[in-house]
């Protein structure tokens, strides 16, 4: 079936490491996104990718990372410099830069920094 | 600056209407969308309205918008405990699909 999928569902690690989230999407979609989920402050987006080889910034983008070297793959690093990384990532992916598209999102992954 | 604003919970009775509120500013939004997201899940799209319509229904489900106002809202008829989740309102950022502002998420609640 096609789908985005993120992987791990959920994610321990201790203050001071990095941490890759993975999100593969097989629809076929040139856009992909990373959006941060907290209580009672709904989703922001960290960064977004266009088309591969390329991704820029949203607006929470400070401690992480991204990058975009094949079209289903858009895994995002949590590095040691965000502050308070423990959240719900969502992992998203529409059709390249048109009105109306629909983004499709992944399950999820929960991150928990000890 | 833009940003989108919900109130965070609402309670029903199953059967009942519900209908949840959204506040935008952003008036170059061309697309507004209804996400429902469940426990531990991820979002699922629900809804959408282009911004030179006023009204959109989808069986269940009414949208209205008042551009004016900058207001959108989201009825549900005849709400069954399975709509219980976590609605989401969000604009989008000029021509870009999954470029989303969000809101903070109405948790709806049914009880039987």
């Known amino acids: 079936d096609g789908g985005i999928t993120q992987s791990p569902k959920y994610l321990f690690r201790k203050e001071g490491q990095n941490v890759t989230l993975s999100c593969e999407q097989n629809l076929n979609h040139d856009a992909m996104y990373w959006y941060r989920q907290d209580p009672g402050q709904g989703l922001r987006l960290i960064y977004y990718?266009?088309?591969?080889?390329?991704?820029q910034k949203g607006d929470i983008a400070e401690g992480y990372s991204v990058s975009r070297e094949k079209k289903e793959s858009f895994p995002l690093t949590v590095t040691s410099a965000q502050k308070n990384p423990t959240a719900f990532y969502l992992c998203a992916s529409s059709v390249r830069d048109r009105d109306n598209t629909e983004a499709f999102f992944g399950q999820g992954t929960r991150l928990t920094v000890v | 600056g833009e940003d989108v604003e919900q109130s965070l919970f609402l309670s029903v009775r199953e059967g009942d209407s519900s209908v949840i509120n959204c506040t935008y500013t952003?008036?170059?939004?061309?697309?507004l969308y209804w996400y429902k997201q469940e426990p531990g899940a991820g979002l699922q799209l629900l809804t959408y309205?282009?911004?030179?319509?006023d009204m959109k229904q989808d069986q269940r489900l009414t949208v209205l918008l008042n551009k004016k106002d900058k207001h959108l809202s989201l009825r549900i008829a005849d709400t069954q405990t399975g709509d219980s989740a976590i609605y989401f309102c969000?604009?989008?950022?000029?021509?870009?699909?999954?470029?989303?502002?969000f809101g903070q998420g109405t948790e709806l609640s049914v009880k039987p």
């Open positions: 952003d008036s170059s939004s061309t697309y």
């Open positions: 990718s266009q088309i591969v080889n390329d991704f």
């Open positions: 969000a604009e989008s950022r000029g021509n870009q699909g999954g470029k989303l502002i």
């Open positions: 309205i282009f911004s030179n319509m």
